[in-house]
């Protein structure tokens, strides 16, 4: 049963530019959220997406963007790249209501902005 | 708004013995969850035990238990027989449930556990 897939696994972006991170849900879950992490520091809720749509958004400028496909599958998108911006980016997967259940994460995309 | 705070950046354990993390939250709302999450070096956000808030009875998973408590908003986190495996980042994370919650997780900022043989 596969996990949760992110790709890519590392980018090297130049401020400015723009950059698209994927995310595959783990079989069977039709919710998808995505964190920033920081370098030493906690996971920050950026959005999630339920049935195509944003459910939630923390906060985070309009610079971060997201969709969700038919199949669930996400991506996360960032416009207008900050060095700030770089960090381990998450994506999470679970049922629409996961109950006490955490979530399965994936093993992140490493961002750097240079 | 709901906040998590692991005052310990860093913790070290022997081998075998036991060790605990700490973690306190604050909160207005009287239903919620709450986790331990670990992160190894593979960067993979593994989930080791959670807690309902409502259920008064700690959790405990093998080697893994908590130390609720609710009135004081704190949940320690108990690791016993500690083994080489067990070194990693260690997260506390608060998730509501009310109605309508989308179950967005509120994370501390991290506990490194180093574990020497």
């Known amino acids: 049963d596969a996990g949760v897939t992110q790709s890519p696994t590392h980018l090297i972006k130049t401020r400015g530019q723009q950059v698209t991170l994927r995310c595959s849900p783990k079989s069977g879950h039709d919710t998808v959220s995505w964190y920033q992490q920081a370098l030493g520091q906690g996971p920050q809720f950026i959005f999630q997406y339920y049935e195509e749509e944003e459910r939630q958004r923390g906060n985070f400028p309009d610079r971060f963007s997201g969709h969700q496909f038919p199949n669930y599958s996400s991506e996360l998108n960032v416009n207008a790249l900050l060095l700030g911006d770089s960090a381990l980016y998450l994506c999470a997967s679970s049922i629409r209501d996961p109950g006490d259940y955490g979530y399965t994460f994936g093993s992140g995309t490493r961002l750097t902005v240079v | 708004a709901q906040t998590v705070t692991q005052s310990q950046p860093e913790m070290s354990v022997q081998e075998a013995e036991t060790v605990t993390l700490s973690c306190t939250y604050d909160t207005s709302e009287s239903d919620y969850y709450l986790f331990w999450y670990k992160q190894p070096p593979s960067r993979q956000m593994i989930l080791v035990i959670r807690?309902?808030?409502?259920?008064?009875q700690n959790a405990t998973e093998n080697r893994f238990s908590v130390n609720f408590q609710k009135a004081a908003k704190s949940f320690s986190l108990k690791i016993s027989d500690s083994q080489l495996g067990d070194a990693a980042m260690y997260f506390c994370a608060y998730r509501s449930r009310g109605s309508g919650n989308t179950g967005k997780l509120i994370f501390g900022q991290g506990t490194t556990l180093q574990v020497k043989p």
């Open positions: 807690q309902e808030a409502y259920k008064q």
